[in-house]
């Protein structure tokens, strides 16, 4: 018997019993509809994730760190200053490494005037796809160039909605505070925390217990505020004011890449950090035990920073490289490794909405079955002629598995139409709600090619696993039975 | 010629509780090439049973069947269905038509086993419903034809495969006398043009009046086997 035969014929007997058919069909489509939604949401955020990490070039590069001090020994620490930076650009696969090189600046634009913070940047790191998501305008044009690139989250500090209005405008960065008022004003807040809130994060129990930690807790706090007024002191002496001009508005950089609000070329930068003292306070603390503070500035080649970003060829696997940033005696983090975990948890995530989506087919199944079997019953006559006018039983089988074949096939196809508008619909609300909530409306869904012949195996196996047994039973039943004339 | 179909020892036993029943027992029978072999006997004597082991639907207890020299019992299930399909037609007493079909589609059923394409399946079920006077009935359902309409679109849905033989169980029992002789002619008439035909009836005149033999059953033997008021 020909295929095309066998398929004319079920859909003719599911034609016949329209009622029963549709409602198992319906059934199939249901838990198809659901499986392909919940993946095709799933499967969206996957490609959302890997698309904003890719976009922001997070994924070719790795953050390194100095190594956590540990309480007793402090004297092994590596400091992570130029020569490391060398050292780290001679690990295969490093393309690009630069540093965290970031200082206290006073900006005035138009007429308002703040406190913020000023990154220096090679032009080879400005060009990083960091730094290159803009917004509006460009980035500066050499490392001398009186520029700057400020962020989103320096617009937001002056209340700015448009970053094209901020393209041309001038800036004027000065370092140094103007008085010893000033200094004062320093050391007793900064960085928008209050003497009291430092203090309020001393552990009081540890305080009584142990004499050791107290007298480090005062230590600490001692050199801090020392720090913060010289630091206020030696700058009220030494004001260096620059006008730079704002060339370009990037998006804000989040998390552990995070830059300052302000980027400046790196000459530029040198002409504020190399004047007054680094936000670094161990440099600081170190100055003051090496005798060195009332020297002239510090050398610049000494000087050591919190965060170096090294950018990776995207070829090159981030297993060796960070084992070798290790064996430097850094510790490292990179999004391209979080990622993988993420990429886990999506793993995970579309395991567990499989098994739903399975256990629903499987319900759906018995439904099969039941339809199948009910139709072999009613059908044992019709059977009987079949055999009679010479089908073979492994005819009839394929007959009653075609059948249910095509349940799956109807089912699955209109499952995946029904999901996909379930997404639709779905996008469409939450872009309307994300519209209005005024964020950028993103794509929440997405059905990839494997999804939709998953979907499609899927409902089509189950069907014809269900299909199995009543037509194994249809296949057996006995003709002479069947055809008697009662 | 003899030796065309022909049982030997043939018995089908079936068990009920403790008690078996020999619905046919030890029976011997050859049916010669374009006889019109008719079989009576009491209800319950074995007529239904002998008539489905020889048309390969039913599988004997013990004994065999030879057909043209092949024993049937030999055969693979698949060769069965094959023999079924090519060498014998069968009708029944209940018509046995699909009720959803046209009389048309249910002919062309017969030939959906044997791989005919689909026009040749519409020509040839369109030429056996003509040929048994049913041209303008080919798209009725059964449900829209009487008795006897209905038992010719099973004849020609049995005749389409031109068997070589036709077995026919009780073709007669669910009509009225009128439409009962029609379908006897037909049968007569078909068996003139050199189909073999094996009928059975419990209306001891048509079979005295039409078939060429008879043999008689009774639990499950043949207790008589005349040539018929007719003879050959
Ligand atoms: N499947 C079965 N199980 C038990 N007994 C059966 C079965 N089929 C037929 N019989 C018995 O076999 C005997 C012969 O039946 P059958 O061939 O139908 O007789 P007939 O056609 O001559 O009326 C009867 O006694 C009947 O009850
Ligand atoms: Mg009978």
């Not at chain 1, 696997?317 to 940033?325: I, M, R």
């Not at chain 2, 059923?109 to 026009?119: D, I, R």
Request: with cysteine; net charge negative.
């Amino acid at each position: 018997m020909k295929l095309r035969d066998m398929i004319e014929i079920s859909v003719g007997n599911l034609w016949r019993m329209k009622l029963r058919a549709s409602l198992t069909i319906s059934g199939v489509v249901i838990a198809i509809a659901a499986f392909v939604s919940m993946l095709s949401f799933a499967a969206g955020m996957e490609e959302n994730v890997s698309e904003r990490f890719d976009r922001l070039g997070l994924l070719s590069t790795m953050q390194v760190y100095q190594q956590r001090s540990t309480e007793t020994d402090t004297t092994t620490l590596n400091p992570l200053d130029d020569g490391a930076i060398e050292a780290l650009l001679k690990i295969p696969g490093v393309t690009l490494a630069y540093p965290y090189d970031v200082f206290d600046v006073t900006v005035e634009i138009a007429d308002t005037q703040f406190s913020s913070k000023a990154q220096a940047l090679s032009g080879e790191a400005a060009r990083t796809r960091l730094f290159s998501q803009f917004l509006a305008g460009k980035s500066f044009t050499s490392d001398m160039a009186n520029q700057a690139v400020v962020t989103e989250s320096f617009m937001e500090d002056l209340g700015i909605d448009e970053p094209d209005s901020l393209i041309g405008k001038k800036l004027i960065v000065s370092i140094g505070v103007s008085s010893l008022d000033s200094a004062l004003a320093h050391l007793i807040e900064s960085d928008g925390e209050t003497f009291r809130e430092r203090f309020s994060r001393i552990d009081v129990d540890s305080l009584i217990d142990s004499r050791e930690y107290l007298k480090r807790t005062y230590q600490k706090e001692l050199s801090e505020a020392t720090r913060r007024f010289l630091e206020g002191y030696f700058g009220a002496r030494d004001k260096i004011a620059d006008t730079l001009q704002i060339t370009g508005v990037i998006e804000r950089t989040r998390g552990r890449s995070r830059s300052a609000p302000i980027l400046v070329p790196v000459q530029t930068g040198k002409l504020f950090s190399s004047s007054g003292f680094s936000g670094n306070p161990l440099e600081l603390l170190s100055t003051i035990q090496s005798g060195t503070f009332f020297e002239s500035a510090p050398d610049p080649s000494s000087k050591s920073y919190s965060r170096v970003t090294i950018e990776i060829e995207p070829t090159v696997p981030f297993g060796p490289v960070k084992d070798s940033v290790t064996a430097l005696g850094f510790r490292s983090f990179s999004y391209a490794e979080e990622f993988e975990e993420i990429r886990n948890v999506f793993v995970y995530f579309n395991m567990v909405i499989g098994l739903i989506g399975f256990l629903a087919l499987i319900t759906v199944s018995l439904g099969i079955v039941n339809t199948m079997v009910m139709a072999i019953m009613e059908r044992r006559r019709e059977i009987g002629v079949l055999k009679s006018l010479g089908a073979d039983e492994s005819e009839i089988k394929l007959l009653f598995l075609t059948e249910s074949g095509v349940i799956g096939v109807i089912g699955a196809t209109a499952g995946i139409v029904f999901g996909w508008l379930i997404t639709r619909v779905a996008s469409f609300i939450a872009k309307d709600v994300m519209v209005s909530k005024e964020i950028d409306p993103i794509e929440l869904f997405s059905l990839p090619i494997w999804l939709i012949l998953a979907a499609f195996a899927l409902g089509l196996i189950v069907s014809l696993a269900a299909g199995y047994y009543p037509a194994s039973r249809a296949a057996r039943v006995d003709p002479v039975q069947a055809l008697r004339s009662e | 010629m003899n030796s065309w179909l022909k049982t030997s020892r043939l018995c089908r036993y079936y068990r009920r509780g403790p008690q078996e029943i020999r619905a046919v027992d030890n029976v011997d029978l050859t049916v010669r090439r374009g006889e019109f072999l008719g079989v009576v006997g009491s209800s319950g004597s074995g007529k239904s049973t002998l008539l489905n082991l020889l048309a390969g639907l039913d599988t004997p207890t013990s004994g065999s069947i030879d057909f043209n020299n092949v024993t049937l019992g030999s055969l693979s299930r698949r060769e069965l269905s094959s023999y079924r399909m090519r060498s014998v037609g069968m009708v029944f007493q209940s018509f046995n038509l699909l009720h959803y079909k046209t009389a048309l589609e249910n002919v062309e059923l017969a030939l959906y086993f044997s791989g005919t394409s689909k026009a040749v399946r519409r020509e040839r079920a369109e030429s056996s419903l003509e040929t048994l006077g049913l041209s303008d009935r080919l798209d009725h359902r059964p449900s829209d034809l009487s008795g006897g309409e209905q038992q010719r679109v099973a004849i020609a849905r049995a005749l389409v495969k031109e068997p070589e033989i036709l077995f026919a169980d009780e073709p007669t029992g669910n009509l009225d006398h009128d439409n009962a002789l029609q379908i006897a002619e037909l049968l007569a008439k078909l068996n003139r043009e050199g189909l073999t035909i094996l009928l059975v009836t419990h209306n001891l005149d048509l079979a005295g009046s039409y078939c060429s033999r008879i043999i008689t059953m009774n639990y499950g033997k043949i207790i008589d086997d005349s040539s018929g008021t007719r003879g050959v």
